[in-house]
Each structure stands twice: as C-alpha cells, then as structure tokens.
T-cell receptor, first 115, second 112 residues
Framework: KAGVTQTPRYLIKTRGQQVTLSCSPI?????VSWYQQTPGQGLQFLFE???????NKGNFPGRFSGRQFSNSRSEMNVSTLELGDSALYLC??????????????FGAGTRLSVL | DQQVKQNSPSLSVQEGRISILNCDYT??????FLWYKKYPAEGPTFLIS?????DKNEDGRFTVFLNKSAKHLSLHIVPSQPGDSAVYFC???????????FGKGTRLHILP
C-alpha cells in the first residue's frame, strides 16, 4: 500500500507570491490533516478535513487555506507569502475518527523556502 | 501558549542504557496522549499512545507513563539502540475537539 505522498518536496518562492501544496493520502483514508513544522515552534496544527469537510482549524491567519476533494486528496494554499512561512509542511492521513485513536500516517513533507 | 511542553531540546544516552523523554502539559482536559518519532527527511511515525484512564502502556522496548496529577508523561526506551536516534514528539488530544497538539520535540542521540 502506498504511503502518504506530498508534492512537491521542495519549493522556493518569493514574498508576496502564493503557493499550493498537494497531499495524496493512503488509499481508503478519509481524514487529512496539515501541520507546519518550524525549528522554533515544533509541529503546529493547521487544519483537518474529513470527507471534504473542514472539521478543525488551528490558529493560523486566513492566508492559509485548504480543501479536500472527493477522492480524499487534499491541497493547502498560502497566499501573500511572508518570510515566516518558510517551514516544512506535513500532511497526515488517517483511516477514521477520532484522530487520537486512529493512527495518523505522515508524508515526508514539502519544504517551503520564502525569499 | 504552548499546551504541550518538551523542555529538553536534546538528550544524549549511551547505547544499551535507558532513555527517558519527558513531556508536560497544561490542559487538564487532554484525555489521550501520543508519542511520534521523526527521522530527518521523513515524516513523523506513530510510536505509542496512552489514554488518560491508564497510567502506563508498554510496547516492546517502549513504555509510556502518565502522571495526571502532575500533568506529566514520559517515554522510556529500554535498551536504547542506535536506530532510536531521532526527534521525539509528544502530543495530546481532547476527544471533544479531536485536534492533536504537538510539543516542540526532543532530539535523542544514542552514543556508541
């Protein structure tokens, strides 16, 4: 069974641009969560989708948005990029809910650098 | 405000000895706790979890202890092996909200 796939693996953008990251969950998994990892803040929760509906959202500005498609694939978008958005963005999928009791499987992440 | 705190950014342990990674939390509503391990250039992988109704859970070389009165949990690895060198994340969840809140991680170095 293929794992969680995130594309692209690396991305370089400049301030003010927008970016879209993609996540393909494990086949059959309907929950997809997004996290931001930075050296200073660790793993911070961005949002979680289940069956195309956003169930939860973290404390990030509205520039961060996401969506989930009917095939459970998910995208996250960051508009008007800032230097502080440079981070590793991780996607995780789970076969069911609640998240705490259903293992989340993570992709390798997308490393975003904002210049 | 960091609800899940891992106060040791790094820890070095001799191979074969016990590794103890600590985690403190501030929210008494947390009812489920998890540990994840992360190697460089890979995503985190689930290691072990514990419900708030228990005080100990064991899986092979890994044991998690929960002290609810102190709002503290620890992960014990016995014996430590070179492959255990990684970043370990403590995480917690409130069933009602179903969000996973992670700590900042502790980098474990296993010394030969």
């Amino acid at each position: 069974k293929a794992g969680v796939t995130q594309t692209p693996r690396y991305l370089i953008k400049t301030r003010g641009q927008q970016v879209t990251l993609s996540c393909s969950p494990i086949s059959g998994h309907r929950s997809v969560s997004w996290y931001q990892q930075t050296p200073g803040q660790g793993l911070q929760f961005l949002f979680e989708y289940f069956s195309e509906t956003q169930r939860n959202k973290g404390n990030f500005p509205g520039r961060f948005s996401g969506r989930q498609f009917s095939n459970s694939r998910s995208e996250m978008n960051v508009s008007t990029l800032e230097l502080g958005d440079s981070a590793l963005y991780l996607c995780a999928s789970s076969s069911g809910l609640p998240l705490a009791k259903n293992i989340q499987y993570f992709g390798a992440g997308t490393r975003l650098s904002v210049l | 405000d960091q609800q899940v705190k891992q106060n040791s950014p790094s820890l070095s342990v001799q191979e074969g000895r016990i590794s103890i990674l600590n985690c403190d939390y501030t929210n008494s509503m947390f009812d489920y706790f998890l540990w994840y391990k992360k190697y460089p250039a890979e995503g985190p992988t689930f290691l072990i979890s514990i419900s708030s109704i228990k005080d100990k859970n064991e899986d092979g070389r890994f044991t998690v202890f929960l002290n609810k009165s102190a709002k503290h949990l620890s992960l014990h690895i016995v014996p430590s092996q070179p492959g255990d060198s990684a970043v370990y994340f403590c995480a917690a969840s409130i069933r009602r909200d179903d969000k996973i809140i992670f700590g900042k991680g502790t980098r474990l170095h296993i010394l030969p």
